[in-house]
């Protein structure tokens, strides 16, 4: 059978003491470093989700602003388009009107030359026809050339 004297008190206060020890001198001193930690996590994870928040936000603003921009490049894009087909299209017609009127020149001075060959070739007719009819009747000698 077991005895129970004077030891078994002394080892159950010294076992009490041992307890208060530890728990003021480790156990205390862990649990705050781990609610400090805890404290700590808690606050990053809040600055971390404040931070994923206004990322997310920045994110939105620039998104919308590469879309304005995108929209702005297409809207000047397009009027620079516009502008560009206007000043073609103003170009050729004033070369159109341009070659119209070179045209219309070319084709007054070539009426021109036609109507002064037709009325050179004409005079030649007549004087080649008046020497052949002199040649003919008259018996002379052909002096046509020198009428000339």
């Not at 059978?1 to 010294?14: P, R």
């Not at 998104?63 to 929209?71: F, S």
């Not at 007054?108 to 060959?117: C, G």
């Given at each position: 059978?077991?005895?129970?004297?004077?030891?078994?008190?002394?080892?159950?206060?010294?076992f009490v003491?041992?307890?208060?020890?530890?728990?003021?001198?480790?156990?205390?001193?862990?649990?705050?470093?781990?609610?400090k930690r805890d404290r700590k996590i808690?606050?990053?994870?809040d600055d971390a989700k404040t931070f994923e928040d206004e990322l997310e936000k920045?994110?939105?603003?620039?998104?919308?602003?590469?879309?304005?921009?995108?929209?702005d490049l297409l809207s000047h894009r397009n009027s620079a388009i516009v502008k560009a087909e206007k000043e073609a299209n103003a170009e050729?017609?004033?070369v159109k009107d341009n070659l119209d009127k070179k045209m219309q020149e070319f084709k007054?001075?070539?009426?021109?030359?036609?109507?002064?060959?037709k009325t050179g070739i004409e005079k030649d007719i007549d004087m080649l026809s008046e020497d052949v009819l002199h040649v003919l009747l008259g018996g002379m000698k052909w002096e046509g050339s020198k009428n000339r």
């Open positions: 059978m077991i005895s129970l004297d004077y030891t078994v008190i002394l080892q159950m206060i010294n003491i041992i307890f208060f020890l530890s728990k003021k001198m480790i156990l205390e001193p862990v649990m705050r470093t781990i609610d808690a606050l990053l994870s920045n994110k939105r603003d620039y998104e919308k602003r590469i879309d304005d921009v995108k929209n050729i017609n004033r007054d001075e070539l009426t021109l030359q036609y109507e002064e060959a």
